[in-house]
């Protein structure tokens, strides 16, 4: 069974240029989750979607947003990227809403800002 | 929100040698994982286990709900056990979101 992949692996941007990040969930998860890895800030949430819609968020600014398709992938957004947006980005699914279950993880994309 | 602290911060061993990693959390939890971060970033899934005890090979957890921790227990550590282990907790109260500690950053030399 394949597990989260994550697309790309690396991408260098400029500030204020916007980003795409990609991700595919585990066959027959519904929720995807997106993780920021900065350097000195640890890990934290961004953003939880589930059957399509948002529905929990981090403390971001509304910069960063995403989606999740019916197929369940789902893309994060970051516009107007900042030096401090340089970080890993870990995508993770799980079984869903009404399910407290293990997220598995993807093997990131690691953004730079220059 | 739900603080999770982690101990010791930095952990040097011997090969063969064994250790415990802490995880406290400061709420109840309806999802606790470990998690093994390699030298790439992948988080590697080692448990979930919101309560009580499993063990995986030379890896067991234990989790103490109401008292409000985890151990993470490694016997006979090996080189490639290197890397940073980090405790994430879903508190009862926020949605499937994972709050994560700060990681233990564990060294195994010959």
């Known amino acids: 069974e394949a597990g989260v992949t994550q697309s790309p692996t690396h991408l260098i941007k400029t500030r204020g240029q916007q980003a795409t990040l990609r991700c595919s969930p585990i066959s027959g998860h519904t929720s995807v989750y997106w993780y920021q890895q900065a350097l000195g800030l640890g890990l934290q949430f961004l953003l939880w979607?589930?059957?399509?819609?948002?529905?929990n968020r981090g403390n971001f600014p509304p910069r960063f947003s995403g989606r999740q398709f019916p197929n369940y992938s789902s893309e994060l957004n970051v516009n107007a990227l900042e030096l401090e947006d340089s970080a890993l980005y870990l995508c993770?699914?799980?079984?869903?809403?009404?399910?407290?279950?293990?997220?598995?993880f993807g093997p990131g994309t690691r953004l730079t800002v220059l | 929100g739900i603080q999770v602290e982690q101990s010791p911060p930095d952990l040097i061993l011997q090969e063969g040698a064994n250790s415990t990693l802490r995880c406290n959390f400061s709420?109840?939890?309806?999802?606790l994982q470990w998690f093994h971060q390699n030298p790439w970033g992948q988080l590697i899934n080692l448990f979930y286990?919101?309560?009580g005890t499993k063990q995986n090979g030379r890896l067991s957890a234990t989790t103490v709900a109401t008292e409000r921790y985890s151990l993470l227990y490694i016997s006979s550590s090996q080189t490639t056990d290197s890397g940073v282990y980090f405790c994430?907790?879903?508190?009862?109260?926020?949605?499937?979101?994972?709050?994560f500690g700060t990681g233990t950053r564990l060294q195994v030399t010959l």
């Open positions: 979607y589930d059957e399509g819609e948002e529905r």
């Open positions: 709420d109840s939890v309806n999802n």
């Open positions: 993770a699914s799980s079984l869903g809403t009404g399910h407290t279950d293990t997220q598995y």
């Open positions: 994430a907790v879903e508190s009862s109260g926020t949605a499937s979101k994972l709050t």
């Open positions: 286990i919101p309560s």
